[in-house]
């Protein structure tokens, strides 16, 4: 019986191994690529349990004809010092401050350039030189008018943030359980069942500080507990002479650093809340989040054109829009 088996099952593993190696050719098809990319989920919105109260006080500052203040957003660090094992990159993300930066920005707070000013020096540098122009050369021969610098030209900020990650723990709590059943007989089927849960955490402190004084207005420390579970089941057993071992399993841990934006963004709604004089969450029942068309889930952003009735403003967080899968209106120019 073995001795038949066998044969079956390398022509069985044969047969597998040629079509996976169908699946990728040598030769590059008619669109140019050896292999098409698998996925077809769209762009979505990346929102936090907070993210609706900072629109919402948006909403706010807006009905209630509050005058934001400018911030700017300075380095919110990871100094937990984590890294993978596998030399592979720090265990955190290291764009805390880019999050803080959505996040005011889905608070409707005007914000100032402070992170990354490389590119403004240079055109100033250029500017400075009379190399730079607003204006399309009117011909080779004659050059534009030149940008001129102007005394003031740029905003000043009048608060901004800045801190760190601070913590990152694992395992304050793990439990799980391994359980194996099965006859005595060796040739009887057998299985086994396996589940595990931990418990982690993340903790991040920041800080709100007067750019004219320097004074620190505003500190706010959090933590967030991040969870992750694994299971698994298996079987093991001897039929007709063959062995079939087969084991399943799903795990999930929750997104870490999801957990990062939300810690900003609750830091956020406080210091906003605080800068706005919002008394609360009960503030949210008269004020209308969507009123504006320039603030939402995926952030804010100034109107190039008078258009916000008539702009994509309100549908950037729609999964649909500008997918050319999913929108008819730009799958049909394709």
Same mark, same amino acid.
Not at 114 to 121: A, G, L
Not at 125 to 136: C, E, G, H, R, V
Not at 231 to 240: K, P, R, W
């Given at each position: 019986m073995a001795t038949r088996t066998a044969p079956r099952i390398l022509a069985l593993l044969s047969a597998?191994?040629?079509?996976?190696?169908?699946?990728?050719?040598?030769?590059?098809?008619?669109?140019?690529? $050896?292999?098409?990319? %698998?996925?077809?989920?769209?762009?979505?919105?990346?929102?936090?349990? $907070?993210?609706?109260? +900072?629109?919402?006080?948006?909403?706010y500052a807006r009905g209630a004809g509050i005058v934001a203040p400018r911030i700017a957003v300075g380095r919110i660090a990871d100094y937990t010092g984590k890294s993978e094992s596998d030399g592979s990159g720090r265990k955190i993300t290291q764009g805390a401050s880019l999050m803080a930066m959505s996040a005011f920005a889905k608070a409707g707070m005007p914000l100032v350039e402070?992170?990354?000013?490389?590119?403004?020096?240079l055109e100033l540098? $250029?500017?400075?030189?009379? +190399? %730079?122009? *607003?204006?399309?050369n009117p011909s080779p021969d004659q050059p534009a008018e030149y940008r001129r610098i102007l005394?003031?030209?740029?905003?000043?900020? *009048?608060? $901004?943030?800045?801190?760190? %990650?601070?913590?990152?723990n694992y395992n304050l709590r793990s439990a799980g359980a391994d359980i194996s059943a099965g006859a005595v007989d060796a040739k009887d089927p057998k299985g086994n069942f396996r589940g595990r849960l931990f418990v982690m955490n993340i903790g991040i402190d920041m800080r709100l500080i007067n750019t004219r004084t320097l004074e620190v207005v505003d500190v706010i420390s959090y933590q967030k507990q991040v969870v992750g579970r694994e299971?698994? %089941?298996? +079987?093991? *057993?001897?039929?007709?002479g063959n062995v079939f071992d087969v084991s399943a399993g799903a795990g999930a841990l929750e997104p870490m650093q999801l957990a990062v934006r939300a810690l900003v963004e609750r830091a956020t709604v406080e210091m906003t809340a605080n800068l706005y004089g919002m008394p609360g969450p009960q503030s949210c029942l008269t004020s209308d989040p969507l009123g504006d068309g320039t603030i939402g889930l995926t952030g804010g952003y100034v109107p190039a054109y008078n258009n916000?009735?008539?702009?994509?403003?309100?549908?950037?967080? *729609?999964?649909?829009r500008w997918d050319a899968r999913r929108d008819p209106s730009v799958r049909g120019r394709y």
């Open positions: 597998t191994s040629l079509a996976l190696a169908g699946c990728v050719s040598t030769s590059a098809g008619s669109s140019g690529n $050896y292999a098409k990319a %698998i996925g077809n989920a769209p762009v979505t919105a990346n929102p936090t349990p $907070y993210s609706a109260a +900072l629109v919402c006080m948006a909403g402070r992170f990354d000013t490389s590119v403004s020096e540098k $250029y500017a400075n030189n009379k +190399l %730079i122009s *607003d204006a399309p005394a003031g030209q740029v905003p000043g900020s *009048d608060f $901004y943030v800045a801190g760190g %990650i601070t913590e990152l299971v698994g %089941i298996g +079987l093991f *057993d001897f039929m007709n916000v009735g008539t702009n994509n403003g309100q549908t950037r967080a *729609d999964p649909s």
